[in-house]
């Protein structure tokens, strides 16, 4: 459950580690400062009030003399930071305690109930930031003005200042080294999406810690490793293809020779069907060796597709939406073209190619109207020579490299070829591309 609330950010996470103890200890700090040292300091000074209204109440009882009442007020005005008036002749009106709006004046009141002996009332006078308190007297009402400073410390504001204060300073702090510390992580994740992509990323340099720096490096090592396995497998199959054309080439001047045998139209045959195999697995070994991507617009490249399928007989339908630029390898796209056209003229009487912008995504459908593919076989035909036992292996059905190359140019891109049941009861296959 905790999972379901927790950032996916790795920078919001590490924040939380860094803030969350911090704050955390600086609350508990603040609650045992409230429930001790401001619990303390407020009683007293509840306290203080109360045994000095308590001592100017007991002097004005002593003295009888109006001139001598009016010097003890005056006096303890002057001294207490109290504001005294006697109001003679009034009764102070008995009734229940104020019901206190804080734990803080809650504590007020109950303090300076306990330490006043006589009946009196209190307000809590806000907008003019002091205390009423009345306390019968005999023959008046004594009315005492306190400051919020004689009963309120004001150590709560300071220490509620010094937590916010120094929490936002860590969190600064703490953004501050925590992006530097994620921004080698985001580039190598950039740079490793990019390469997935076939992108060049000759420009990533390892930085940061120690454990990012090393995955940087790995990242490195296995592009490198990657790109010599595929220019050795390329270079490989050069040879292979230059070693068997020779004898291939001889085989056919010789069979061109022997015309008048029954049998050597058969070998001719063979050796075309050899010929074409070898002409494929070299198609799908070379993939997007050596093109880098560059802007393309796929509008005109599929138009150019569509055209060179009619001039070959095929009955194809093109329909495309808005703008279809990105950053792609056109050469290998339009050989993915080429195939999945080929297949559809080759197993069908009409298809269609339509193109749309899907977010950030080139989506490139081929529909047509053919026997199809079994959706069981769906994923097995993308394997390298897998031909089906339908009508779709025909003696011209190729050796079995086409879609296996049409979904490897398109993941050297970083994008995916997908196979589906298309609007006429044929084949629909489905390019999607990073835009």
């Not at 959706?375 to 394997?383: I, K, P, Q, S």
């Amino acid at each position: 459950m905790l999972k379901l609330f927790l950032p996916k950010s790795l920078f919001v996470r590490a924040i939380i580690i860094v803030v969350a103890p911090v704050v955390l200890l600086q609350l508990v700090a603040a609650g045992v400062f409230y429930d001790r040292h401001l619990d303390t300091v407020t009683r007293r000074l509840a306290r203080s009030v109360a045994a000095d209204i308590g001592f100017v109440a007991a002097a004005l009882t002593r003295e009888k003399d109006d001139l001598a009442r009016l010097h003890i007020l005056q006096s303890a005005n002057l001294r207490l930071n109290l504001a005294f008036s006697l109001i003679p002749g009034e009764k102070l009106k008995a009734g229940p305690l104020p019901r206190p709006y804080s734990p803080l004046e809650n504590l007020l009141i109950r303090t300076i109930d306990e330490g006043m002996e006589l009946a009196f009332n209190i307000e809590n006078r806000t907008t003019e930031k002091h205390y009423l308190i009345k306390v019968a007297f005999e023959g008046g009402v004594l009315q005492v003005l306190v400051p919020r400073n004689r009963l309120a410390s004001g150590t709560l504001l300071v220490l509620i200042l010094w937590i916010v204060g120094s929490s936002l300073l860590l969190l600064a702090i703490a953004i501050m080294f925590l992006r530097n510390q994620v921004r080698p992580i985001l580039r190598l994740a950039d740079a490793a999406d990019r390469f997935g992509q076939g992108q060049d990323v000759a420009d990533f340099r390892p930085s940061g810690a120690v454990e990012v720096r090393r995955a940087g490096d790995a990242f490195l090592r296995m592009r490198d490793r990657l790109d010599r396995h595929i220019r050795q497998r390329t270079e490989m199959l050069a040879g292979v293809s230059h070693d068997l054309r020779t004898p291939l080439t001889r085989l056919k001047l010789e069979l061109a020779m022997l015309r008048d045998i029954p049998a050597a139209a058969e070998m001719q045959g063979d050796v075309d069907e050899m010929e074409d195999m070898i002409e494929g697995y070299l198609a799908f070994a070379r993939g997007a060796v050596g093109e880098q991507t560059v802007e393309t617009d796929v509008n005109a490249l599929l138009d150019e597709a569509v055209g060179d399928a009619r001039r070959h007989g095929g009955a194809v339908e093109f329909t495309a939406s808005g703008d279809l630029r990105g950053l792609l390898r056109p050469m290998s796209l339009r050989r993915c073209l080429d195939n999945l056209l080929g297949n559809a003229q080759r197993y069908a009487k009409h298809c269609s190619l339509a193109a749309r912008r899907d977010g950030d995504t080139i989506e490139i459908i081929v529909d047509d109207d053919g026997p199809g593919v079994p959706e069981a076989e769906r994923e097995a035909v993308f394997r390298p020579f897998y031909r089906l036992e339908n009508s779709r292996n025909q003696g011209t059905g190729g050796v079995g490299l086409g879609l296996a190359i049409a979904r490897d140019t398109v993941r050297n891109q970083g994008g995916d070829v997908m196979l589906d049941t298309a609007p006429q009861g044929g084949l629909r296959a489905i390019i999607r591309l990073p835009a």
